[in-house]
């Protein structure tokens, strides 16, 4: 019985998650909002979460078997990559290329804001020491 409960409350959690997706996409066509409505979606959750709207308990544990079983959502991308295999064979190496050379500026970009903030935040407690 606690088993069947166990379920009942991932499916329904998994539903409600589901349920603010779906709200989020509506919002995204009927508003030509500029965001993807999986992104819509999680900052709407957000907001309801931090004013306290909903509760984490609601979707902890439909979260927690989304987020388990997330291989199952990429086996489309592998079956994508061996329906291409000829592309990645003759283009392969361009596409290697992209995705190092972006991921290396992506992590420079972002150690330079990170630095720049930590500095900016060091100079802004040494300003305040200084004026206090």
Do not use: C, K
Not at 107 to 131: F, I, K, N, Q
């Amino acid at each position: 019985m606690a088993r069947l409960q166990h379920l009942w409350r991932i499916s329904a959690q998994i539903v409600l998650l589901a349920g603010i997706w779906l709200l989020a996409d509506w919002a995204v066509r009927s508003w030509s909002l500029p965001l993807p409505a999986n992104v819509t979606g999680m900052l709407a959750l957000l907001a309801l979460l931090l004013l306290g709207w909903v509760r984490v308990e609601w979707f902890s544990a439909g979260a927690g078997w989304l987020l388990a079983e997330m291989l199952l959502f990429f086996v489309p991308a592998v079956v994508a990559v061996v329906n291409y295999g000829r592309l990645l064979l003759d283009e392969g190496w361009r596409i290697a290329l992209v995705l190092l050379l972006s991921t290396a500026l992506v992590m420079a970009a972002t150690s330079l804001v990170v630095d720049r903030l930590y500095r900016l935040e060091l100079w802004l407690a040494r300003r305040s020491r200084r004026h206090v």
